[in-house]
């Protein structure tokens, strides 16, 4: 069974950083592609940046200052981060991780592309 698990959310004052851990079980990391999605209260679920290690990272436009975002994987540990710097309040969303099989991912970051979600972590960014 696919599971995600989200951890490293908090409370960080804006130009702060964090770091996300999505802990992963049931499959193989190398097998998957692996996307960091957020949803801000009253708006829909977007894509932040999503990976595989079959394909070129993959960021999308609609978050601004992509440069700002980056994933790591340590397989090891079976573990994806997503290092967020420069933080503004604009970013604070309750952020998830999701997977999906490298057979079945069309090589976007959109919600769609994704069938394994995890529960999320809260994200806020104060002024």
């Known amino acids: 069974e696919v599971q995600l698990v989200e951890s490293g959310g908090g409370l960080v004052e804006a130009g702060g950083s964090l770091r996300l851990s999505c802990a992963v079980s049931?499959?193989?990391?190398?097998?998957?592609?692996i996307g960091w999605f957020r949803q801000a209260p009253g708006k829909g679920r977007e894509g932040v940046l999503c990976?595989?290690?079959?394909?070129?990272?993959?960021?999308v436009d609609s978050v601004e200052g992509r440069s700002r975002f980056t994933i790591t994987t340590d397989n090891a540990k079976n573990t994806v981060y997503l290092q967020m710097n420069s933080l503004k309040p604009e970013d604070t969303a309750v952020y998830y991780c999701?997977?999906?099989?490298?057979?079945?991912?069309?090589?976007?970051?959109?919600?769609?592309?994704?069938?394994?979600w995890g529960q999320g972590t809260q994200v806020t960014v104060s002024s």
């Open positions: 990976i595989s290690n079959s394909y070129s990272p993959t960021y």
């Open positions: 049931g499959f193989a990391l190398d097998d998957y592609a």
């Open positions: 999701a997977a999906e099989s490298n057979t079945n991912w069309y090589g976007t970051c959109s919600r769609s592309d994704f069938t394994s």
